[in-house]
């Protein structure tokens, strides 16, 4: 079956459990999330873990049931020219990256004085520096997938102009003959699978 491989549609290192393997909502359905993408699958061998957070798993059922909606128009995803993907530049396609914790705000990003909070100069808010002797980290630009620039214009139909910038990553994994329907988020679907997809805000 011509299926996107869900186990690439979590992410590599999450504190939310939910956000790293695919999970089951209450209704039974599989689905793989990142937070700001889902895919949903109607059958799935692998190890499922309950999503287990009720407020994602409404807000995953309410946009999965936006694919029911018979206003949404549908176009074929193959009619797109997809985005080339080159290797995430922040991490030179490793998906890690090393950093030391910024010693003059302790790693915070920022000092608290009375009741204001002043960013970090020496780390420009970021807590942390890049080191090649640090402790490794996911790359944060491309989510450990190695791959960029992530959030890509592409020239889908009927987009809002606000909201054009979409994961090329992500649309890079959808395999030839899915359909998209354009909006905030984009909907994707397949034989057997469908997705949702939030754009990022370009105004
Ligand atoms: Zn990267
Ligand atoms: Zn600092």
Known sequence: ??????????????????????????????????????????????????????????????????????????????????????????????GRVRYTDCEDCDGDGVFQHGNHDYTCKECDGEGRHRAADGKEHVCDECSGLGLGPRYTSMQLKDMPSDARDVDAVLMSRFPDGCEYSPGNPVLIRGEGWKAILMPMRNN
Request: glycine share 4%; net charge negative.
């Open 1 to 94: 079956m011509n299926m996107p491989d869900i186990r690439k549609f979590s992410r590599v290192d999450d504190i939310r459990s939910y956000c790293t393997r695919p999970v089951m909502l209450k209704d039974g359905r599989i689905v793989a999330t990142d937070s700001r993408s889902v895919l949903c699958v109607d059958a799935f061998d692998g190890e499922v873990a309950p999503l287990n957070n009720d407020r994602t798993d409404n807000a995953i059922v309410e946009g999965l049931a936006m694919h029911d909606d018979p206003a949404r128009a549908w176009y074929l995803l193959s009619e797109v020219e997809r985005p080339e993907l080159t290797a995430c530049k922040d991490c030179n396609g490793t």
